[in-house]
């Protein structure tokens, strides 16, 4: 019975009733007829719903609680619930039920002489003929459900909507027992007693009514109209100017250039614990096999294939323009599937999940606070850990079909892990050569064969400010490139080495992040990327290291704002070793240097603006290279 609350006028007078707003003193002995009318009995769990009908509740008076049983709303990822933690770009609104606010009462209130009509009254009083005329047919008939002991708490005064809310209530209840065949059970004296009652409370009983036919005609409209009754759609749209000086000896500014990514997220859920999330893109970054077109290629700092480079944006995708799959083109603000995942409890502590076109971050967890492509830093370099994004596992277009498990050990204790490959569509590799030793179908093929990569993190949380994460990941590639697309060397990661030679590739990482206060936090990772070939014709190896560091702020100058300055070093050979070399022929060896700073203005709920900046010293490892500035004034909405 609980769950039609909603669409009842007594639903609400049972909810008035029980949150702090009932008339009299709790009475030991007092029984409840119907306990299946108790609702949030013993869990006090609140159910989640969709905004929508948080906006709609809104409407209806706030001396009012409606509670309603309805199904649970989707898991969302990155999400401690049923299913642990897994990231998708948009969060779910919850429903928040109406708190009422009580009356004031004080001891001298209830000296107030009795009156005879309760109309000469703004309140009902515990002492009125009304009040004890109501609470004698609650306990006769069991009209309203009580706290979750089943008592029946009130000692202070109503008004008179939150009377005429349980009144209403009770003439529900004796109706129904006079339909159902059990008029006897009710007294004469009582249906006279509801008659002068509901003379007295006729105009709120009227406006209660009112209300709760405007929220059903509404509820209706909304469900006739709404997208899915199991899907949920959410969006992200990015707009950005970028602009950039410096790069290589000799190289003229590029222009500024304004650019795109517009995603549509659906999640989708068939239990209400699992949850199928598909997502949509299109942008507008050029680059494709040769970079052309990049700003990355203009500055003169992008590698000779695939536009990997420092100076890339967060929100830029790591291929753009380009199926890395089969090295063929994709045109500016083409529609491609970036996301495709299944996730699923199967157990308390243990989640699985599978897709063919997801990502290392769908499932780890962002430890650092600079995480976010259109909400936070504006580098690549700044938001996620090196070791996430080796073999492609952050390529911005769901390169891999992976499958893994979260397995939460305690609640500050959790361990992720997954295997991905980026060619399992595909059944066998080309014997076309793109360049010398490098076939069009650059990454292998088949599911278990080909470039591939196992991936795990454990995430600790020893204290409410502190988060740690460790990453390890052990990869094969095809050829020979790191494919984090974080700088120029990520594409022939052994220098010196042949395009097609085939790497293995072990990596190491932590982050840490300590929240100083609620509005300050430290944070910073490092890693170490170990590279052998993997051919036995050919004895090279390379290690390469990055770290940062970098302080966050909250709600700077404004609630809702936040800010970031980061310094760091971006990935460089530290080590080689065998037929491998150090520096590139032509390269000046130094320590490369990155240097950011951002600011992100909450306009509203649903828009940001971000003006940031950051600055490359020696970039690429080169100081043959100029110092290179990238400006990004980023826009990006919500819904």
Known sequence: MAKYLLASASGMGFLCLIVGLSPVQALPSLKIA???????????????????????????SSKLLIANETQ???????????????????????????????????????????????????????????????QSLVERYGCIAGYPNQTYRGNRAMTRYEFAAGLNACLDRINELIATATGDL???????????????????LATLRGRVDAVEARTAQ?????????????????????????????????NIILVNRVRLNLTTSFTGKDSLITGLQAYN??????????????????????????????????????NVNTLSGVGAN???????????????????????????????????????????????????????????????TGLASAAGFIFNISPNLDLRALYGNPNANLTQKSATEAVPGVSTTPLGAGLFSGSSIIATQLTFKPSPALDIALNYAHSYHEINILATGLVSSDIGALAGVAAGTPLTLNSVGGTVTWRLSPKIALSGYGAAIFVDAASNSVDASTTFTSWMAGVHFRDLFKSGNTAGILFGQPLYRSDTGGSA???????????????????????????????????????????????????????????
């Open 222 to 254: 909304l469900e006739a109209n709404q997208f899915s009754t199991t899907t949920k759609l959410s969006g992200e749209v990015i707009i950005a100017g970028v602009g950039a000086s410096g790069g290589a000896p000799n190289q003229s500014d590029p």
């Open 186 to 204: 009710v007294k004469k004296e009582d249906l006279a007693t509801l008659q002068k009652l509901q003379e007295q409370f006729a105009a709120e």
């Open 334 to 396: 083409s529609i491609q599937l970036y996301k495709l995942l299944y996730i699923f409890p199967i157990a308390n502590k243990l989640t699985l999940f599978a897709g063919t076109a997801a990502e290392t971050s769908d499932a780890f967890p962002a430890i650092t606070p600079f995480y976010g492509e259109g909400q936070e830093s504006i580098s690549r370099f700044a938001g996620l850990n090196p070791v996430l994004r080796v073999s492609g596992g952050t390529s911005g």
């Open 581 to 639: 070399q150090l520096t590139p022929t032509g390269d000046n060896r130094a320590t490369p240097y990155h240097l950011e700073a951002y600011y992100r203005l909450q306009v509203s709920d649903n828009i940001s603006i971000t003006p940031g900046a950051f600055v490359l010293f020696n970039p690429e490892g080169n100081s043959n290279n100029e110092t290179t500035t990238v400006g990004v004034l980023r826009t990006t909405f919500t819904f």
């Open 34 to 60: 119907d306990k299946n009318v108790a609702v949030n009995q013993d869990d006090g769990s609140y159910e989640k719903n969709y905004s929508h009908q948080r906006d709609l509740a809104n409407n209806i």
């Open 72 to 134: 649970k709303n989707l898991p969302s990822v990155n999400q401690q619930q049923e299913i642990p933690d897994i990231k998708v770009d948009f969060a779910v609104n919850l429903w928040q039920p109406i708190i009422p606010q009580p009356a004031s009462s004080s001891p001298t209130s209830y000296k107030l002489a009795q009156v005879t009509s309760v109309s000469q009254l703004s309140d009902v009083q515990p002492t009125d003929w009304a009040f004890q005329a109501l």
């Open 285 to 322: 970054f050029l680059g494709g096999a040769d970079g052309q077109g990049s700003l990355q290629q203009s500055l003169g700092l992008a590698a000779p294939l695939l536009s990997a480079s420092s100076a890339r944006t967060s929100f830029e995708p790591q291929f753009p323009g380009l």
